[in-house]
């Protein structure tokens, strides 16, 4: 649920980058933030396991317009694919505004896509985040690779029917500006909505989400 800060007149959303180990997530934020003046970012915080896999989160926020007058700053997180980080992935997930589901098209991990997707949908569930409501985006990474599933078998087998879905390479930095722009429109168009409802009864709550 997004957060309305008053004092400096700023709505915070957090986006939450999801998907199996070494899918991509954090590649897609690192090219995001490589992509954003740097005036206009927060500082970017990794922490990594000894094998340089992400282990807790990403940090990233990014101003992307307004609302109603408010400037809007995006927070990324990126949740730990494997699965020994289960709590750690429900822990980020608590507050999210949007979610990116980002799967791996090699065809070896498709068993950990579907573990993924299975975990995602656990986390909705445990949060009570309506698959309707949430705005949820999938990303099919590593279409640069060799022995990948054909993108159509991944949307049928992986993506929630309607979802908007994406090609990309995060590596070249193909598909993921796009990637998140799309989840970025859908999350402010409910924070707006969000906000027209709260005005009709009176006002406007003041929620504070995740971390």
Sequence with gaps: MAFIDYSKHEISCKLVYCGPGLSGKTTNIVRIFQSVNPDARGELVSLYTTFKRTLFFDFLPV??????????????YSVPGQACYAGVRRLVFRGADGLVFVADSTRERMDANIEAIRDLYENMEFYNYSVGD???????????????????????????PGAPVFEASAYRNVGVRETFMEAGRRVMAEVREGMDKDLLVGGISRPVSGF
């Design 63 to 76: 101003d992307l317009g307004d609302i109603a007058g408010f400037r809007v700053r995006f927070h990324l």
């Design 134 to 160: 949430m705005p949820l985006v999938f990303q099919l990474n590593k279409r640069d690779m060799e022995d990948i599933h054909p993108a159509k078998f991944l949307e049928e087998e992986l993506c929630t």
